[in-house]
Each structure stands twice: as C-alpha cells, then as structure tokens.
C-alpha cells in the first residue's frame, strides 16, 4: 500500500510541474506535549509537539499529502475547514462522517488539492474536543501565474492571529462531565492568542507575543477564531481595520474599529501603521449572544512599533501598551452591523431558480428525565441539554462513517435518509415556545440533494432555551449568504429583500440570535456533508445532519475511490 501511495504521489508531482503548482508533504505526529499556562503544566495532545499547530502555507494549485500518525491516546480525524474538498469526501475528516477515527497507533494519509480557492483557512480535529489544542492555519496565496492579492493596497508583511481558547485542566475531562451529568460544559479560563494568553491573565506576561511594525508600514492581519465554544470581539487600540476576505472569499473592502468571527470563521484585514510609535494592544473577549455562562477574560497580544521608546529593566520591558476598545460581552447591534457589511467584491452567479427550499430550525433544546436530578440529570430543572436541527437531534454513528456505509450501499444501522425539509410542527420559532416543543427526537438522518440542485436554507433560531448565534458551518461546500434578519422568517416579505447581486461568500456564518440567515449554494460536489453549529458543545448535543449528495453522470461528477488506508472502525 505505501509503494502504491508513493507512485501515485510521483505522479500527482509530474502533473503539478505541468501546471506550475507544487506538491507539499508533511508529517503530522499525534502526541501528547507538556504545556505550561496560567502557572500550570498540562498534558496536551498537539501535533509535532507543537501548540498551535504546524500552519501550512500553500497556493491555489497546489496539492497535499499529510501523513497523519496518532501517538496520542484518543482517537482522532482532521479537518481542512473551508477546503471544498471536491469528489473526495475522505479527505474532509469529520469522525464517523467521511472516515472513521485513526486509532492509537494507527494512521492515514489525507490528500487533497486547492482548487480555485485562495486566502485565510485552518485546519483542525474534528473528533470529540480534541481541537482545543490541535489546530493550526492554513494560509493559500494565489498562484504563481497570479501571485498579487487583489487589494487597494498591498501589504508589507503579514501576520497570523489564531484565536483560542484554554482549559486549566484536559479538555476530554471537561467534555465527559457534561456528557454524563447532561450539564453544560465548564467555560475556558483563558482566550489566546497563537496559544498565549496574554499579560491580563497569571503567569503570562512573559510570553505576550509582541509583533514588530515599521511607521506607515500596511500589515495583512489574518484572524482565525479557533475557540471552541465562544464567537469573539476582535481589535487593535487605535488602528483601523480595513477587511478584504473572509473564510478564503474577498471582500467588498470596508473600514472597522472591531471585527466580530464565530468559531470556525476567518477575517483578513489591512492594518495601517500610522499612530505615534507606541505600543498598542490586540485584543480579543467573548461576544455572548446567549443567556448563557461564559469566559469574560481578555486575551491580549502587542502592535509595537520599531521606533517606540520602551523603558526595561532586567531585560523586562515595562512600556505600557495601549488598551484596546472593544464593544460589550452583549452588543449584538454591533456583531449585527459588522456582519452587515461583507458583500463580495463584485457581481457573483447566486442561484435563482431553487430546486431544494429547506427551512432549518436550529437551536438548543432539553431532555426530560425519568428521575429529576440525578446525577445524570444537572441540566435546567432536572434535565439533560440536547439540541437539533428541525426537532432533529443528531447522533453520530459507531460502527461505520456515514460516507463508508453510503459508497458501500450499506446504510442499515448506520444512518436513515428521512431528514426533514422542514420542522415537523409550525410555531412562533422567537417567541415563547411552549415547553411541549423543548424535546427533540434522536436519529442519525440525511438529506439527499440531486447533483447540481440549486439549494436555498432558511437557517432559524429559536428561543428554546435561549436565542444565540450559532455559527454553522458547511463541509464541502461555500454559499452565498443572500438574506438576513430579526424574528421569525417571512417568505412573503423578507425575500423581496435578498441580495442577489454580490452576497458574501462564506463557509461558516451564524444565525442572528432570535432572527434567521439564507443562504444558497449549487450541491456540484457529491459525498456525504456534515452541516452543524461551529459551537463544540451544541455538536455533541445534537446540533448538526448530514446531506448526502448524489453523483453526477461520469467520471468528473462522482465520488473518487476511497484510498487504500482509509481508517476502519
């Protein structure tokens, strides 16, 4: 098997020099890594004992061969998040999804290539919690043939902001008290910045990562919100931010003072260095759009300008960095308004003729127990927490991914086709729901799209429990984001007010919390696709299906063979 992977990789490099494009290979050993933060040493799976992550930095064009080889002691997938993926869902990574997880000493080799896709992507695990600490960026440039980025002005250097969040003790620990107690999970102690916490927290002010500019000097910021459970106010004191992408579209260019990214999401911004030499803060802190507990730490990093006088003693320095603005822990009018204004750069083919109009109902919800307040039962008056899409809680499959017992023609036991189009009831999603409707049903159930239907989804928050932004993410495919607003959707109204001329372009994009987001894409790309919230906790509560689209005619339309390591269960 490996002298037949190692041919093919011959070949995939002759085919790549033909068109100017490079194949990249790398190695990434699962292990456990000793990590000091906050004043304490934890245990923490990384990958090549590194946290973040290695960041892979490619272009359009280019293809990747990444040996993935668990040392650790969990199974575990990875997940290339925004990559589309076309005609191979087994290099997508969800666990039980498109593979099944690489056991303990097991491992498998995820190939891909970047086709027509360029910008600010990650990549991460996509098993249980383990993408607390293993993650890292994925940066695509434009190809040789087109190196220069399409922006009014072209950066001096560039620098890569990865967005955590830190448990003081192991994540999986966190993870199996609410599976078993039916609670919700303990919030972070910390937010980071590639990996450092920053000087507001103990222990941390050494290894505040300070980034060196020159005066005028055009920085690209790419900012990756990798939290697992929290979407997050972003800024810099005193410096503007121009955004020019997000999850790997360009833009439609536009100044800010904050940005606003719910997990899974990229911004890229232009920075211009033109305050009086000092040092400035980067900050980031929650944007808590739900009646929830939540981290209110800042995580902080340092803009210091070459020039900037600073005081030191032993070695130490004692320059005060000047605090960043950022808006409330609540302030969804500006999340909303900053949300607002990506549009894409220019005129984009939206579909407007829709085969599949699906209406999705998205939010929490709670499970009544047999015995109130047992152990198991610590949720809201006695209950466990679950959540669901159309009354739908999903649940994720043991025995066989999703996408192996589909390619085989063996789904019995593994997952049904009967997901609904719409919710089974019709009720006033944002008002106040009767307690009859808190409880959904558990199934593993897909949706199936026609190869090259044309797809609109009314995503709908609900107020059960709480409304919330839950940013939800589309494996294998980017949409356009036509359409957005505040309470129950109204196809009679709010239609006539889409955008159909230059939406944004996104992979992952939340719900208004008690409000709805349209979105429309063409299903050009069959296999099996995870749809969920991007919010950790909400995936293993259910909040998630699959669509299962089918092959084209020939070759160029349907699902490539599974490589020969494709792990087992």
Sequence with gaps: MEQLLSYFVLLVVFVASLVNAEVHLHEFVIQETPVKRLCRVHNSITVNGQFPGPTLEVRNGDSLFITAINK???????????????????????????????????????????????????????????????????????????????????PKREITLLLGEWWDRNPMDVLNVAQFTGAAPNISDAFTINGQPGDLYRCSSQETLRFLVGSGEIVLLRVINSALNQELFFAVANHKLTVVAADAS??????????????????????????????????????????AAFDNTTTTAILK??????????????????????PGFNDTATAAAFTAQMKSPSKVEVPLEIDENLFFTVGLGLFNCTTPNTQRCQGPNGTRFTASINNVSFVFPK??????????????????????????????????????????????????????????????????????????????YEFYVVGTGVGNFNANTDTASFNLIDPP????????????????????????????????????????????????????????????DLPQC
Aim: glycine share 8%; charged share 10%; hydrophobic share 35%.
């Design 72 to 154: 650790a002691r969990y199974n575990i997938s990875l997940h290339w998040h925004g990559i589309r993926q076309m005609r191979n869902p087994w290099a997508d990574g969800p666990e039980y999804i498109t593979q099944c997880p690489i056991q303990p000493g097991g491992s498998y080799t995820y190939s891909f290539t970047i086709e027509d896709q360029e910008g600010t992507l990650w990549w991460h695990a996509h098993s249980r919690w383990l993408r607390a600490t293993v993650y890292g960026a994925l940066i695509i440039r434009p190809p040789l043939s087109s190196p220069h980025y399409p922006f009014p002005v072209i």
């Design 250 to 291: 360009y833009t439609k260019p536009f100044s800010t003072n904050v940005i606003m990214l719910g997990p899974g999401q990229t911004t890229d911004v232009l920075l211009t260095a033109d305050q009086p030499p000092a040092h400035y803060y980067m900050a980031a802190h929650a944007y808590n759009s739900a009646n």
């Design 305 to 326: 300008y070459k020039d900037a006088s600073c005081v030191t003693l032993q070695g130490k320095s004692l320059a005060r960095a000047i605090p960043a603005q950022l």
């Design 399 to 476: 025995q066989n991914s999703i996408m192996q017992a589909y390619y085989q023609g063996t789904p019995a036991g593994v997952f049904t086709t009967d997901f609904p189009p719409t919710p089974p009831v019709t009720f006033d999603y944002t008002g106040n729901v009767s307690r009859g409707l808190w409880q959904p049903t558990r199934g593993t159930k897909a949706y199936k799209l026609k190869f090259n239907s044309k797809v609109q989804i009314i995503l709908q928050d609900t107020s059960i429990v709480t409304t919330e932004n839950h940013p939800m993410h589309l494996h294998g």
């Design 505 to 564: 372009r996104r992979n992952t994009i939340g719900t208004p919390p008690g409000g709805w987001v349209a979105i429309r894409f063409v299903a050009n790309n069959p296999g099996a696709w995870l749809m969920h919230c991007h919010i950790d906790s909400h995936i293993f509560w259910g909040l998630a299906m699959v669509f299962l689209v089918e092959n084209g005619e020939g070759h160029l339309q349907s699902v490539q063979s599974p490589p020969l």
